[in-house]
């Protein structure tokens, strides 16, 4: 897949467009950076939000960055910028790691001139509606996990003030995940901003004597703490699908991409695996747990955002070890408290292309989902049909390109019509990263993995080619998609885990 002509001609949040090339450009030597230090000496523990504000500077302009271990729970980032709002602030950037339906405050601060920048791997709900529908005079820039981390380490997103959620914290700055009424488990994707950002502001319900045990981000990452009411719901934590799909297509095509793995050669001592918190994701994880239990097989480690169903999988012995940047459900969170071998991991360490080794790298199957596959692979999770954001790549586009075998799990069809199509209405996930794509009507194998599709065949699976799979999914006589326009104004630019630009969003129809 080649970056799209269309590519805007606006500045963009780094001063320059740089088109996507391929999976995965190397680094510039230029743009590797190294931490700041710095030292605070005066005490940590702060009053308010508002106290905050003045310790750290926070003028018009500012970036600030929030984290979403609670997901639909936090509301962290609503009170700070409440607190922006209240002093008059203006042109605010947003580097937050994902923005959910709990975040809808966020609209008023974009119309009112508080926020005037977003940077985020994935949105939800009514700030990805607004943003579409063209809410925002600069483009949003949607990123992948792993590409976020790259751009704060890099420097190609400077943080002035990091605003972490903290389940506890200590009154000098040492967080944790896993006490406190808001308990989330790991805090991966606020490690990365921890380190790199100018300054750093733990928000807490919870102050804990010093020092805080365990610790997942320490005092010296820390410049001030504020204890407030409220930092979240942890019940939010539990967005989404958490439970198998119990749907007989579902299930077909999670016994399907089960018998992939399985015929793939790659079940062994070294396997390892990651999946979603979908119900047919959760499906396919039970079946491979199946497969492995069968076969007497123990893995290396499963990875990823983690769901109670990896957890299982651990604890019977199919894997030594779990790799979590953030829990899917409380029963995750219950294993990371308890077991030394369900270990944190930054997002950097998760999926950095640009770092020293990313466990996305190590992986050898993931399950991935999608909202539309193209005749050539490409993946679109950032658009529905309508051409509104429903998502984005969080981490899809960097475990597709890690893994040595990437599964694309989808139905053939939705309400909305087919889901695969001639072109996506918006490239996520180059083609070249996937390698097959499982439907109820068999499976398609990318052409650049002949080997795996001589594997499958010889297995009795039903390899078809992406061209047949589309026909199938046409004859079902859903009503075609409607709505994408790839004409008007552009509100989004994605961005590849490289920070190349793969493809833009243009505002959708009313």
């Known amino acids: 897949m080649t970056a799209r002509n269309e590519l805007p001609r606006f500045i963009d949040g780094y001063g320059r467009v740089v088109p996507f090339a391929g999976a995965c450009m190397e680094p510039p030597p230029a743009q590797i950076a190294v931490p700041k230090t710095r030292f605070q000496g005066q005490r940590k523990l702060l009053k308010s939000i508002g106290d905050a504000f003045d310790a750290c500077a926070i003028g018009d302009g500012a970036t600030l960055s929030f984290h979403h271990h609670l997901r639909n729970g936090d509301q962290v980032l609503n009170m700070v910028l409440v607190e922006a709002s209240r002093r008059g602030l203006r ?19 974009i119309r009112s001139g508080v926020v ?75 490690m990365v901003d921890a380190q790199y950002a100018a300054m750093v502001v733990a928000v807490t319900d919870s102050l804990v004597p010093y020092p805080a045990c365990p610790i997942d981000i320490s005092q010296e990452c820390v410049d001030f703490v504020v204890v407030v009411p409220s930092i979240g719901d942890p019940a939010g934590i539990l967005s989404g699908t958490t439970n198998p799909t119990t749907e007989p297509v579902g299930l077909q095509i999670a016994a399907t991409a089960a018998a992939v793995v399985e015929a793939s050669g790659l079940l062994g001592s070294d396997f390892s695996f990651q999946t979603g918190a979908g119900g047919v994701s959760l499906a396919v994880a039970a079946e491979v747990a199946a ?26 012995g199919l894997f030594r070890a779990i790799f979590d940047v953030q829990c899917f459900d409380l029963r995750a969170v219950e294993s990371y408290r308890r077991d030394r071998r369900h270990m944190a991991m930054s997002a950097s360490l998760y ?15 993931m ?8 005749i050539d692979f490409n993946v679109n999770v950032t658009t529905g049909a309508s051409g509104r954001i429903l998502g984005g790549s969080g981490g899809h586009a960097d475990t597709a390109d890690g893994a040595r075998l990437a599964i694309v799990t989808t139905r053939l069809a939705a309400g909305a019509g087919p889901k695969l199509v001639e072109r996506v209405g918006c490239a996520t996930t180059p083609g070249a990263t996937i390698d097959v794509v499982v439907t109820e009507a068999g499976v398609a194998v ?65």
């Open 91 to 109: 042109g605010l950037t947003l580097a937050a790691s994902s923005l959910f339906p709990v975040h809808a405050p966020l609209v008023d601060h």
């Open 291 to 316: 497969v492995m239990s069968r076969l007497g097989v123990q893995g290396s480690f499963a990875a990823g955002g983690v769901t109670g169903a990896l957890c299982e999988m651990l604890e019977r």
């Open 367 to 374: 399950i991935l989902g999608a909202a539309e596959v193209d």
């Open 351 to 365: 999926a950095n292309p640009w770092g020293r080794g990313a466990v996305v790298d190590r992986l050898s199957a």
């Open 446 to 510: 990318n052409p650049r993995r002949e080997e795996l599709a001589c594997r499958l065949k010889a297995s009795g699976i039903a390899v078809k080619s992406m061209e047949q799979l589309r026909a199938a999914a046409d004859a079902l006589g859903k009503p075609a998609a409607s709505g994408r326009s790839r004409q008007g104004p552009i509100v989004a630019v994605v961005e590849y885990r490289d920070g190349t630009v793969i493809d833009v969003v243009h505002r959708a129809p009313d």
């Open 116 to 190: 005037g920048r977003i940077f985020t791997a994935y949105m939800s709900g009514p700030v990805a509606d607004a943003v579409s529908r063209g809410v925002m005079a600069v483009p949003a820039v949607m990123q992948t996990h792993g590409g976020r981390a790259r751009a704060i380490e890099s420097e190609d997103l400077k943080i002035d003030v990091a605003f972490i959620a903290a389940p506890a914290c200590d009154d000098y700055g040492n967080i944790n995940g896993v006490q406190g009424r808001a308990a989330c488990g790991p805090l991966g994707y606020a």
